[in-house]
């Protein structure tokens, strides 16, 4: 079955709660790889940017996003348009599956940095500002994007941006999820050392192994070998298979 953005929720709150579990002094180094994977993908956001000849605003910055949602899964009511645009989100997946898991506490600590740190992988000079947060027990999720400006002539480009990219914006779920894991990964390895971080990732994948199976977590050792800094699209992907032939 192919996984989805509560999949992802699931796969960071195990590794989080373990990485804690583990020694509650390892929360900055949790927080550096929440960072990194935020700067990450929102490095991937630019490059494509650039590819497709758009200046990296933050208008261009909210037609550029690596997912989308399936049908029911985002409740977003749009506060202000213009000059920045202001979105209320009353519901999202990562939100749900963490108050279900009882994971709330980890969904705060991504939340508060998540998003910003998409925002700063995309352009260092933009800023997003945030507020209140589901996680924390808040109604709705504040977001303002700083300069966005979407009238309707910028709303309808972001339209045709998208309909022009196609799915070749759109990254699977089991990318993003092989993204977060091996990115914490690193991180924690980086800053807490290899034994402590073994013990950390045995633990979350017999956790993943029980709730998603066994193929999931093969699927997420496997994705260490990308580079997520480096935006896919455009290269034959294909061809990585020839690394391996015999």
Known sequence: MPLNARN??????????????????NEEALIKGIITYGNQR????????????KELSMKNYLAFGEWAPAAGEMDVRIAESSPDAVWNVY????????????????G???????????VKGFNNDLELGLDTNQSKGDEFCYFKWNGADMTEENKKDNVDIQKKLGDTRIRLWEYHC???????KETLTNEIGTEKTDDIFEKAD???EGELGKTVVDLMHSGMLLDYWVCPTG???????KFFDK
Request: glycine content about 6%; proline content about 1%.
């Open 8 to 25: 992802h929720a699931f796969i960071y709150g195990v590794i989080a709660e373990e990485t804690l579990k583990n020694d509650a002094r």
């Open 42 to 53: 929102g490095a991937r956001m630019a490059q494509l940017a650039v590819m497709n000849g």
């Open 91 to 106: 519901k999202c997946p990562w939100n749900a599956e963490w108050k279900e898991k009882n994971m709330l506490k980890m």
């Open 108 to 118: 705060e600590l991504y939340c508060k940095y998540v998003d910003a740190a998409l």
């Open 178 to 184: 092989g993204h977060i894991y091996k990115t914490l």
């Open 206 to 208: 017999m956790r993943i």
């Open 235 to 241: 290269k034959d992907v294909n061809l990585l298979k």
